[in-house]
């Protein structure tokens, strides 16, 4: 049974930083996609970053530059960093693994960037 945990999140200040945590319970780690999605306030859920197996990255435009997206395949884990916090980036962040057609979501963390 794959688990996904997200952790980290919390309250920062506009221009602070934040990294997210996804520890994964999973066989063959290294062989999953990591994807983070965010859904903000009243708004639907979005693709923030992406990260192949291969690693090969893609990044949400307005994130690009300030948020960077890895993994580090021997403890089954994935990161966010989130630098220069804007408060349109409050949202509940969520961790994805996907493999094949197979799909895994965390229960999300919430960020707020607010003074």
């Known amino acids: 049974q794959v688990q996904v945990v997200e952790s980290g999140g919390g309250l920062v200040q506009p221009g602070g930083s934040l990294t997210l945590t996804c520890r994964v319970s999973?066989?063959?780690?290294?062989?999953?996609?990591i994807h983070w999605h965010r859904r903000p306030p009243g708004k639907l859920r979005e693709s923030v970053a992406y990260?192949?197996?291969?690693?090969?990255?893609n990044y949400l435009r307005s994130v690009k530059g300030r948020f960077t997206i890895s993994r580090d395949n021997d403890k089954n884990m994935a990161y966010l960093q989130m630098n220069s916090l804007k408060p349109e980036d409050t949202a509940d962040y969520f961790c994805?693994?996907?493999?094949?057609?197979?799909?895994?979501w965390g229960q999300g963390t919430p960020v707020t960037v607010s003074s």
């Open positions: 994805k693994l996907s493999g094949g057609y197979e799909v895994w």
């Open positions: 990260l192949s197996s291969g690693g090969s990255t």
């Open positions: 999973a066989n063959n780690f290294s062989m999953y996609d």
